[in-house]
């Protein structure tokens, strides 16, 4: 009996992407086609019914690989949304694997795929997430927020648990469509659902990428970032803490962050220092007489708060305990997207030209300060 060649999906998730989604595509595909392993690959778009062509342009893109398009059902938005499609579709197709790649990566280097699928089908891994260098202006939710948090409350050592770039197993897939999604899981909060769920049931694995991550700019003004980051913060920090209040506290040392591989920072683009502390006073202005700004700070501020370690370290563990005690508001949160951006706009200065190692000793020491602020009775 002939043996079935494996079905591999590359599933590229999409809202308003039609400036990239066609070159992220042929990457896919020109990756694929030099995979050293033979499998039957189809180019997957999960799409948020997207008004300005995004669906069209991905299956017009010049691929040899075939396409399929997927949508969500009219109203309905979200990357998790986008990735239950994906696992839906995986799921009926009876796929070996899928892999979802963020539509606005500039490059998708070809040893990508052949990594991914070596973690899912060959190791035993459920979710295969990825361990790449990024630019020193960018990943700052996952440097400052969710990765120094995870590694302090479940002891994990998980460098991107935020990255968007992720393989996974069929029994992952099936798993995780049967879980109970929390609201924001159809949002943003689907990195850390995916995550901690792979966390929880042990079967998550850091995977090598070289070439690192590099992903077109979304917001060159203060403004457009007031715009456009609300829903995406909100969505994933109303799922990271919720799903963290009820995980158990680890003890002990914290294990170190794997080597995160160098990147080639010819890549990196012309970046002002300004934008992050402009955010910051807009978030201030807007924030300083919320309740919540000054509980949060720790007493009422006169101007944008420069926000160090220790200070950043009390605000994450009061957003986590009132997780803990139901009390995960919307003015909590807002309050915290403020002191975030002046948390980024303190620490920026000091990360420009540092190696990824030493951005790895910066996300680590940020976990220290978290893990001596934790009551060690929950």
């Known amino acids: 009996m002939t043996r079935r060649v494996p079905r591999v999906l590359l599933g590229v998730p999409t809202h308003q992407e039609a400036k990239t989604v066609a070159a992220v595509a042929e990457s896919l595909d020109k990756a694929a086609l030099s995979c050293r392993r033979r499998a039957e690959f189809i180019l997957v778009n999960m799409d948020n019914r997207s008004p300005d062509g995004t669906r069209a342009r991905f299956l017009a893109a010049s691929t040899r690989l075939p396409k399929v398009g997927l949508q969500t059902a009219p109203g309905i938005l979200g990357k998790g949304a986008n990735l239950r499609l994906l696992f839906e579709y995986a799921v009926a197709q009876r796929a070996d694997a899928a892999i979802t790649i963020d539509a606005d990566l500039e490059i998708v280097p070809p040893e990508w795929i052949d990594t991914f699928l070596t973690a899912v089908m060959d190791n035993g891994a459920g979710i295969a997430v990825p361990l790449y260098g990024r630019t020193w202006y960018d990943a700052n939710q996952t440097n400052q927020l969710v990765a120094p948090l995870v590694l302090a409350i479940t002891g994990q050592p998980v460098r991107q648990p935020i990255g ?14 049967e879980k109970q999604w929390l609201p924001g899981a159809q949002g943003f909060g689907i990195d850390p659902f995916l995550v901690l769920t792979g966390l929880e049931g042990s079967d998550l694995v850091q995977v090598l990428l070289t ?3 590099f992903h077109s700019w979304r917001s060159d003004t203060p403004e457009q970032i007031e715009d456009e980051f609300p829903i995406k913060f909100h969505t994933s920090n109303s799922t990271l803490f919720t799903l963290l209040a009820a995980w158990p506290q680890a003890c002990g040392e914290l294990p170190s962050f794997p080597a995160t591989p160098e990147i080639d920072r010819s890549f990196e683009k012309p970046y002002d220092l300004k934008l992050m502390r402009a955010a910051g006073e807009l978030g201030f202005e807007r924030e300083a007489g919320n309740p919540e700004y000054a509980a949060l700070l720790g007493g009422a501020a006169a101007g944008p708060p420069d926000v160090d370690d220790d200070i950043w ?14 009390r995960l508001s919307y003015e909590l949160l807002e309050a915290f997207r403020a002191l975030f951006f002046s948390r980024v706009a303190t620490v920026q200065p000091g990360l420009h030209g540092l190696s990824q190692a030493e951005i790895d000793q910066h996300v680590y020491a940020v976990a220290q300060a978290i893990r001596k602020r934790v009551p060690s009775d929950v």
């Open 164 to 177: 968007g770039d992720y393989a996974f197993s069929p029994a992952f897939m099936r798993r995780i469509l």
């Open 211 to 213: 070439g690192g991550k």
């Open 313 to 326: 370290a009390r605000v994450l563990v009061t957003v986590l305990e009132r997780a803990r005690s139901g």
